[in-house]
C-alpha cells in the first residue's frame, strides 16, 4: 500500500504526540541523531560539517539540507518516512526520527 506524503507526516506526528513519551521533556536528543546520521546516513551524505566528501556531489549535505529556507521538521519527517530514491527506506524508530531531525535542525544557520 503506498500513502503519501502528507498523509505519512500527518500520521509521524500523531502516533509521536499520542505516545506516552511526547508528555517528557528533553526526549529529543540531536547528538543521538548525529550518532545514528553518523552510522546510517554518512554512506551517501556528508553528516558532520568538516567530514571527508561523499560519492555522489549531487547528494546534498546534511548543513546543506538544514540551510535551506524551506527545511522544516516535518518536511524533513515526510522525506524520512517516505523515501525518496535512491534513498534506502530504512526503517527507524519514532524516536530516532526525531532525533536525527533534530540534529539536522541543530545545523541550521541562524538567521
Aim: aromatic share 4%; with cysteine.
Amino acid at each position: 500500500m503506498k500513502i503519501g506524503k502528507g498523509f505519512a507526516v500527518l500520521l509521524f506526528w500523531a502516533i509521536a504526540a499520542a505516545s506516552p513519551a511526547a508528555a517528557q521533556v528533553g526526549l529529543v536528543d540531536a547528538r543521538r541523531g548525529q550518532e545514528l546520521a553518523a552510522r546510517l546516513c554518512s554512506g551517501c551524505h556528508i553528516v558532520s560539517p568538516g567530514s571527508a566528501t561523499t560519492a555522489n556531489p549531487d547528494i546534498p549535505t546534511f548543513s546543506a539540507i538544514a540551510g535551506r529556507a524551506d527545511t522544516t521538521p516535518e518536511r524533513l519527517a515526510a522525506r524520512i518516512i517516505v523515501p525518496h530514491p535512491p534513498m534506502p527506506n530504512t526503517q527507524l524508530t519514532i524516536a530516532e526520527i526525531r532525533d536525527i531531525i533534530a540534529y539536522i535542525m541543530s545545523l541550521k544557520p541562524s538567521r
